[in-house]
């Protein structure tokens, strides 16, 4: 527990924070990335080029700092970003890094505002919520399914979408798996969940990480997941363009073990009362999908009311996988927006959806932005309103 000096004076860097708290992080990545290179291949450069992983550190560091000595209040965000860090193989000898270069970067900010006794207490800060991430990951890396990155082959490359692939793998034996005798039989998928694709892109100097969200739970074929072309407003995806246009049947990639802890509430799913509100838009259909895999198979009888939005029928993902699993339904609400027909998923939708209701969420960000803030505008609980953006959590800046 951090001493009493410690919490008066953090509390007290608050307003700062507030100010400067992304030029703080911008500084800290950029020197920590200059010191260690190394470490470009944990980070995704699109989320450092578009400013969210600076604006997610520092609205994580900004709340650590307002409730420092009740870090369990931040438990949900805590374990939200465990599990992208044991995706990712984050160890805890790369807390004393992050710590280091972070102090650093205060200082180098804040110049001399940054008296020895600010230092002081944000470095014992540092340690105390560092070493909160590092006992909850040591957990996660206990539970994963398999142990690091292991070698999958492609067993089937699929088209659901203009510009969206689903891809099937399967364990390969090789000694890349390090000796791992991975059995699909007994895996245990949890829709919500994300695999991390490890990839030596040609045009980049570093190795690439990202996340792919299961679309489905069986494995009965192998691991299913699918990919999104990203090649937004003159953005090259390094990963996602290689995985398109490169990544063929019967070839090999990298996978760490399922995380994520967006989930189903189990408690609500065998019951028929309050029914399942499922919105996603674009990609954001393929956790959403496994969600409503699992619902049918575990209980038709329950209520669903399914949105979807999207650019136009040709980047209309999984048509043909959800219909089926909507007509196995009992009762269903079907809701389908294009937006280059200039239909809109919005507060006309939201507006009218029933009070209980169990809501799980899935898009870009603009989208999240916009869904979450009028569901909250509209007095859902946060208890029942579930999201998970294809970005960092705690860059959402939701009022």
Not at 115 to 122: F, Q, R, S
Not at 139 to 158: H, P, Q, R, S, T
Not at 307 to 313: K, L, M, P
Request: aromatic share 8%.
């Amino acid at each position: 527990m951090a001493t009493a000096q410690t919490l008066k004076i953090v509390k007290a860097t608050v307003p700062v924070l507030e100010e400067y708290g992304t030029k703080i992080t911008t500084a800290f990545y950029q020197n920590m990335f200059n010191e260690h290179p190394e470490l470009l291949d944990i980070f995704n450069e699109t989320n450092q080029k578009l400013g969210r992983q600076q604006t997610a550190l520092a609205m994580t560091v900004l709340a650590a700092a307002k409730h420092l000595e009740h870090l369990e209040v931040l438990l949900p965000q805590v374990t939200e970003i465990s599990h992208k860090h044991r995706a990712l193989q984050i160890l805890p000898e790369h807390y004393p890094i992050v710590g280091q270069h972070l102090i650093g970067a205060i200082k180098q900010v804040l110049g001399e505002a940054a008296n020895d006794d600010i230092i002081a207490a944000w470095t014992e800060a540092y340690d105390e919520i560092a070493d909160v991430f590092i006992q909850l990951e040591k957990g996660l890396y206990e539970e994963e399914m398999w142990k690091g990155f292991a070698n999958f082959e492609v067993v089937e490359k699929i088209a659901v979408a203009a510009d969206i692939v689903a891809f099937t793998v399967v364990p390969t034996k090789d000694n890349r798996n390090d000796g791992q005798d991975i059995d699909l039989s007994k895996l245990t998928l949890t829709a919500g969940q994300y695999i991390t694709v490890k990839t030596d892109p040609q045009h980049s100097n570093h190795l690439a990480l990202r996340h792919y969200s299961l679309n489905a739970t069986t494995t009965d074929n192998g691991i299913q997941f699918a990919v999104k072309r990203d090649n937004r407003d003159g953005h090259y995806g390094l990963v996602s363009n290689y995985l398109h246009d490169e990544l063929q049947v019967g070839e090999t990639l990298l996978l760490s073990a399922p995380a994520g802890d967006f989930a189903l509430d189990k408690a609500l799913i065998h019951q028929n009362d309050i029914p399942l509100v499922l919105i996603s838009a674009g990609v954001g259909i393929t956790p959403i999908l496994a969600m409503l895999e699992t619902q049918v198979m575990a209980n038709p009888q329950r209520p669903i009311i399914w949105a979807y939005a999207c650019q136009n029928r040709d980047h209309h993902a999984f048509e043909v996988r959800v219909n089926q699993l909507l007509e196995a339904a009992t009762t269903v609400e079907k809701n389908i927006f294009y937006f280059d027909s200039g239909q809109l998923l919005d507060n006309n939708l939201l507006a009218n959806l029933p009070k209980p209701a169990d809501i799980y969420v899935c898009g870009s960000m603009p989208f999240m932005e916009s869904i979450i803030s009028g569901l909250t505008a509209l007095e859902h609980s946060s208890d029942s309103v579930h999201y998970e953006p294809f970005g960092p959590k705690m860059s959402l800046q939701i009022a």
